[in-house]
Structures are given as C-alpha cells and as structure tokens.
C-alpha cells in the first residue's frame, strides 16, 4: 500500500481553474494506476480520472472530458488533475486513489489506497 496525500483544493468562482496534486509515500511504486474520484454531499462516490503508470494512458468521466487533465510524474511520485472551466456541479471533496496494476481504468471496489480528500468548492 501507498500513502496519498492531496493538495490544491479550494474556492473559485466558476469558469476557474484548480490543480489538484497528490504525493505518494510508502510503497510508492511506478506500477501503480493513480486517479481521482470525488464526492458531492449526499451523493455516491464517483470516477473522475485515471492514469497508466506510465502516463501513455489515460481515462475520464463523460461529465469532466475536455475540462480536466489528469497526469503524473513518477520521478516525484506525484498525480496531478488540472481542472479548467470549473462548474459549480463539479463541487465535492476530491479523493486520490491508487491500485496496483496496468491500464487507466479504476473501480472503487479495486482502489487499495486512498487520500483523505480535498475540497474543491465553485461558486457560481
């Protein structure tokens, strides 16, 4: 398991900008799908993105495609989600996930490792 520790959120009006980051610890390794899943009071816990250990592959929510980027650099251990053109629907706490594996797809049911969230707040 890794530990992950996100950074980044806060408040903007919408049609801003936030970069979230997320540093990983432990056993931190480049092998790892990395993403990012979040949270809206009273709402499930949703998919947001996903990112290959080596960054060649990536995989978004219908809902973020086109506003948000996800990437990473291994040499930090560090995931990042830029996320332009915010939308006040896009307010919920932001949680970095990471799974061992290949590929760009994460399920929450597969997630071994989670952040202890961010909260990102758009105002309209």
């Known amino acids: 398991q890794v530990q992950l520790v996100e950074s980044g959120g806060g408040l903007v009006q919408a049609g801003g900008s936030l970069r979230l980051s997320c540093a990983a610890s432990?056993?931190?390794?480049?092998?790892?799908?990395m993403g990012w899943f979040r949270q809206a009071p009273g709402t499930e816990r949703d998919f947001v993105a996903g990112?290959?250990?080596?960054?060649?592959?990536?995989h978004y929510a219908e809902s973020v495609k086109g506003r948000f980027t996800i990437s990473r650099d291994n040499a930090r251990n560090t995931v990042y989600l830029q996320m332009n053109s915010l939308k006040p629907e896009d307010t919920a706490v932001y949680y970095c996930?990471?799974?061992?594996?290949?590929?760009?797809?994460?399920?929450?049911?597969?997630?071994?490792?989670w952040g202890q969230g961010t909260q990102v707040t758009v105002s309209s």
């Open positions: 432990g056993r931190a390794s480049t092998t790892y799908i």
């Open positions: 990112i290959s250990w080596s960054g060649g592959l990536t």
């Open positions: 996930a990471a799974r061992l594996g290949l590929g760009a797809a994460l399920r929450e049911v597969d997630v071994g490792s």
